[in-house]
């Protein structure tokens, strides 16, 4: 059985995030990068897939130069294969132009399962899991926190509001996975010393047939206009309870006058 696994390479989730000149983008001075975190639960559920019922695993990302580290890290977690498909010289790639790529490339391999994170934690657009499945023409599962394995088919539990829903689905299939028990593991020094040795294949779009200038920069189907802080949080102000009705008519003031959410 053959699992790719696609994986974003993201702004660490502790970094302080600071807008870029452009007022499009952040500002990657300093930043510290990471594979998002619901691609590591991708992984390893590629990777305990692999150890019971045998195979491959496969990474696979779009990005620059310095998203191969995360395919190493991969690799060093026990992928046999890493395929990076190279965004130098491409403007923004929105939701729709990433999945495209991805696809083209999946398009090429043999792979039973297509594994990602539920969303990757850059842009939280939680829209390449079921475009990506639309693309492939496959049938495509998200929010995904166990997975049972049948023959020809897969037994997916999704975590939903308020309980968890038991969906069937043929292989070859797209997963994207939630958080689950199944904690990603860390790479032994065995492993990345063996990742060091490994080659990375590297496609550009047009060795993938897409035309991803029609698809990003100012043709993308979403064109980032704006990027913004969140206004800085106000301070809490105390309301002495020490007279319970002159705190609850001072509540009230507070709530009209200053919040306005009455």
């Known amino acids: 059985m053959n699992h790719v696994v696609c994986i974003a390479y993201v702004p660490d989730t502790d970094t ?7 007022g499009t983008s952040i500002d990657e001075a300093g930043v510290k990068w990471i594979v998002s975190p619901y691609d590591e639960y991708a992984l390893e559920a590629a990777l305990r897939a692999k150890e019971a019922k045998g195979g491959t695993v496969t990474v696979l990302t779009y ?6 580290t995360g395919l190493r890290d991969g690799l060093a977690r026990g992928a046999d294969e890493a395929v990076r498909i ?7 790639a929105d939701s729709l132009a990433v ?3 991805l696809a083209a490339q999946i398009k090429t391999m043999k792979a039973d399962v297509v594994w990602l994170g539920n969303k990757g934690v850059g842009t939280d657009a939680q829209l390449v899991v079921p475009m990506l499945g639309e693309l492939l023409d496959l049938p495509h599962v998200t929010l995904v926190t166990e997975l049972d394995w049948k023959d020809g088919s897969v037994v997916a539990h999704r975590e939903i509001e308020g309980a968890t829903e038991i969906v069937e689905a043929p292989l070859p299939v797209v997963i994207g996975a939630q958080k689950s028990k199944a904690e990603p593991r860390y790479a032994s020094l065995k492993g990345i010393m063996a990742a060091k040795k490994k080659q990375i294949a590297v496609k550009k779009p047009a060795d993938l047939g897409v035309d991803i200038a029609s698809m990003s920069g100012a043709n993308a189907a979403v064109v980032w206009t704006k990027l913004e802080l969140p206004a800085a949080r106000q301070a809490v102000k105390l309301v002495p309870a020490d007279d319970p009705a002159k705190a609850a008519e001072e509540l009230l003031r507070l709530l009209r006058e200053e919040a306005k959410v009455l």
């Open 16 to 22: 302080k995030i600071k807008v870029g000149a452009s």
């Open 63 to 68: 990005g620059p130069a310095a998203a191969e």
């Open 86 to 92: 190279a965004s130098e010289g491409v403007g923004e």
């Open 99 to 101: 999945a495209t790529l």
